[in-house]
């Protein structure tokens, strides 16, 4: 589906659907942010909470800033997938972008 990290391809290589109608814009960011903050450090703050707070800073905050982003780099592709697989489920593609208001003038 991708031909470089992030980027889709334009046509599925399996059966010759347009794939590049379907703008996932800022979605699959949103999403991750949503899933690995809400999901992923808050649950390990929780059970971590003692070994936190003993460890030297020196420490704990290169090991959590490389353990974030590396579940970061590896979730952003998947999630950048479910959200254009969205898309095509729900039949929303370029041609809909007249329905976002968010960014016409008043
Ligand atoms: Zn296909």
Request: proline residues 8%.
């Given at each position: 589906m991708f031909y470089r990290y992030l980027k889709v391809e334009p046509v599925c290589q399996t059966c010759g659907h347009d794939l590049d109608r379907y703008p996932s814009d800022d979605g699959p960011a949103y999403f991750t942010v949503l899933i690995v903050g809400h999901l992923v450090i808050v649950p390990f703050l929780i059970l971590c909470a003692p070994l936190i707070f003993k460890a030297p800073l020196a420490i704990l905050v290169p090991t959590a800033l490389v353990a974030v982003g590396a579940i970061t780099l590896v979730a952003l592709p998947?999630?950048?997938?479910?959200?254009?697989?969205?898309?095509?489920?729900?039949?929303?593609?370029?041609?809909?972008?007249?329905?976002?208001?968010?960014?016409?003038?008043?």
């Amino acid at each position: 589906m991708f031909y470089r990290y992030l980027k889709v391809e334009p046509v599925c290589q399996t059966c010759g659907h347009d794939l590049d109608r379907y703008p996932s814009d800022d979605g699959p960011a949103y999403f991750t942010v949503l899933i690995v903050g809400h999901l992923v450090i808050v649950p390990f703050l929780i059970l971590c909470a003692p070994l936190i707070f003993k460890a030297p800073l020196a420490i704990l905050v290169p090991t959590a800033l490389v353990a974030v982003g590396a579940i970061t780099l590896v979730a952003l592709p998947i999630i950048k997938g479910a959200v254009v697989g969205l898309l095509y489920a729900l039949d929303i593609n370029r041609a809909d972008a007249h329905l976002h208001t968010a960014d016409a003038p008043d």
